[in-house]
């Protein structure tokens, strides 16, 4: 049974930094590139960062580029997402997925 | 950038008919390798996204074949043959034919009359 877990969210300051994990079980995490993708309360789905299969390859939206760094731990089975310089406009739920699952989000709150 | 239309936006539907969403993109998502990455989500209250359809027309495990999606180029649709209490939610359309940058649509906001 595919299972994607997101751990990390809480509430952070402006210019903060937080970083956000997920933790995959159920396939082989190392063949799969991953995605982080975010919600705004009330708001779509919009797509934040991707990185390739060995983590040779990482690609942002313009929206976190300079600010979000993604990365993965094959040994671990677990993505991260660290995020600096935080902004209210980051404010979301923030969701991992691959291979065509998604988890359950965690929640990330910018407000002082 | 590489941008995904929604239609509608708000979808009401009575349940046993039908319903369709269409989603255009502003380039073309065939890409070079001959496949065209168009995927479908749905979202269900409170829960988190669930993709339903990849390449255009290929169903996830286990959704329902009530569901299916077609379309080439730009124009795409998701069609739901009779629309149950369960499909309730927001649907998107995401390409994945420009990498490395995804787009999602709108989404479209499914209820029952």
């Known amino acids: 049974q595919v299972q994607l877990v997101e751990s990390g969210g809480g509430v952070v300051q402006p210019g903060r930094s937080l970083r956000v994990s997920c933790a995959a079980s159920?396939?082989?995490?190392?063949?799969?590139?991953m995605h982080w993708v975010r919600q705004a309360p009330g708001k779509g789905l919009e797509w934040v960062a991707v990185?390739?299969?060995?983590?040779?390859?990482?690609y942002y939206a313009d929206s976190v580029k300079g600010r979000f760094t993604i990365s993965r731990d094959n040994s671990k089975n677990t993505l991260y997402l660290q995020m600096y310089t935080l902004r209210p406009d980051d404010t979301a739920v923030y969701y991992c997925?691959?291979?065509?699952?998604w988890g359950q989000g965690t929640l990330v709150t910018v407000s002082s | 950038d590489v941008v995904m239309t929604q239609s509608p936006l708000s979808l009401p539907v009575t349940l046993g008919q039908p319903a369709s969403i269409s989603c255009r993109s502003s380039q073309s998502l065939v890409h070079s390798d001959g496949n065209t990455y168009l995927n479908w989500f749905q979202q269900r209250p409170g829960q988190s996204p669930r993709r339903l359809i990849y390449k255009v027309s290929n169903w996830d495990s286990g959704v329902p074949d009530r569901f299916s999606g077609s379309g080439s180029g730009t124009n795409f649709t998701l069609k739901i043959s009779r629309v149950e209490a369960e499909d309730v939610g927001v649907y998107y359309c995401m390409q994945g034919t420009h990498w490395p940058l995804f787009t999602f649509g709108q989404g479209t906001k499914l209820e029952i009359k």
């Open positions: 159920g396939f082989t995490f190392s063949t799969y590139p």
């Open positions: 997925g691959g291979a065509g699952y």
């Open positions: 990185i390739s299969f060995d983590g040779t390859n990482k």
